[in-house]
């Protein structure tokens, strides 16, 4: 894995602030665009919907800082929230599980923009076993086990059916992973040393869902 590490940013961002780092990314892209050298807070908060004073605070996460009456180098801030969200680094990870979900994630090349490379996927089903998909391998399962031996993966994308993603969990633990994108609705029991990062669409669609039915429309 290769670091930058160039900015000494804050470490232990809220999660919250996270989650909207990468909108702030994606915007200064655009005003990069149109040639904008320097990017005010407000004007940022502005844009996106957001309290300048939150701006500030979600910005300075990344070790840069605005100047008074000039604000952020565009430039520079882009970098400062690649280096920290890491999307500028190449996070290799295993996708366990190459059914509908787990094809269109190996399909979607974008995750490589995001700093994270799906090396290859592993699964049970001969049918599946053999082919690529988005230039991904699929291997057979118990290939995990030789595989990462010999490759030092940290991440795994677990998208199997729901029954099986405990034992796939362990699994990946046992190979040394260390950071689980779960896509399951199981809920993993795993060391607290392993970051789990769930990602439920019915959680999601149970909020939109609850939403318009509130909103009586
Ligand atoms: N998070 C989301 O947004 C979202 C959306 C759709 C589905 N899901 C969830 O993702 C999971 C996969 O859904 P899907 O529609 O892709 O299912 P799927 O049946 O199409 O794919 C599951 C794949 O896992 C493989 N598999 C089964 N047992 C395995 C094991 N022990 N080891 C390795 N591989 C194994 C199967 O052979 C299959 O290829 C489900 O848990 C589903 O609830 C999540």
Same mark, same amino acid.
């Given at each position: 894995?290769k670091?930058?590490?160039?900015?000494?940013?804050?470490?232990? =961002?809220?999660?919250?602030?996270?989650?909207?780092?990468?909108?702030?990314?994606?915007? !200064?892209?655009?005003?990069?665009?149109?040639?904008?050298?320097?990017?005010?807070?407000?004007?940022?908060g502005?844009? +996106?919907?957001?309290?300048?004073?939150?701006?500030?605070?979600?910005?300075?996460?990344t070790?840069?800082?605005?100047?008074?009456r000039?604000?952020? &180098?565009?430039y520079? /801030?882009?970098?400062? +929230?690649?280096?920290?969200?890491?999307?500028?680094?190449?996070?290799? @990870?295993?996708?366990v599980? =190459?059914?509908?979900?787990? =094809?269109?994630l190996m399909a979607?090349?974008?995750?490589?923009? +995001?700093?994270?490379?799906?090396? @290859? @996927? %592993?699964?049970?089903?001969?049918r599946?076993?053999?082919?690529t998909?988005?230039?991904?391998?699929?291997?057979?399962?118990?290939?995990?086990?030789?595989?990462?031996?010999?490759? &030092?993966?940290?991440?795994?994308?677990?998208?199997?059916p729901n029954?099986?993603?405990?034992?796939?969990?362990?699994?990946?633990? &046992?190979?040394?992973?260390?950071?689980?994108?779960? %896509?399951t609705?199981?809920? !993993?029991?795993?060391?607290?040393?392993?970051?789990?990062?769930?990602?439920?669409?019915s959680?999601y669609?149970?909020? /939109?869902?609850?939403? +318009?039915?509130?909103?009586?429309?």
């Open positions: 894995m670091e930058t590490g160039k900015y000494k940013p804050k470490s232990q =961002a809220p999660e919250p602030t996270l989650k909207r780092l990468p909108g702030y990314l994606y915007f !200064l892209e655009q005003v990069k665009e149109d040639g904008t050298i320097n990017i005010s807070a407000p004007t940022i502005k844009e +996106l919907g957001l309290d300048p004073t939150q701006v500030v605070k979600d910005l300075a996460f070790g840069v800082r605005g100047k008074p000039v604000g952020y &180098n565009t520079e /801030l882009i970098h400062a +929230l690649e280096d920290f969200l890491g999307f500028n680094k190449v996070n290799e @990870a295993f996708l599980g =190459a059914g509908n979900l787990g =094809a269109a979607y090349q974008e995750h490589q923009s +995001l700093g994270l490379k799906i090396l @290859a @996927a %592993f699964d049970v089903d001969e599946k076993i053999g082919k998909i988005g230039g991904i391998y699929v291997l057979e399962y118990n290939k995990l086990f030789s595989l990462s031996d010999r490759l &030092n993966v940290k991440i795994g994308i677990i998208t199997t029954h099986v993603a405990q034992e796939v969990a362990e699994d990946m633990v &046992n190979c040394g992973i260390k950071a689980i994108w779960n %896509f609705s199981a809920k !993993l029991g795993l060391s607290e040393k392993i970051i789990v990062q769930n990602t439920s669409m959680s669609a149970a909020v /939109l869902l609850r939403r +318009l039915s509130d909103a009586n429309l």
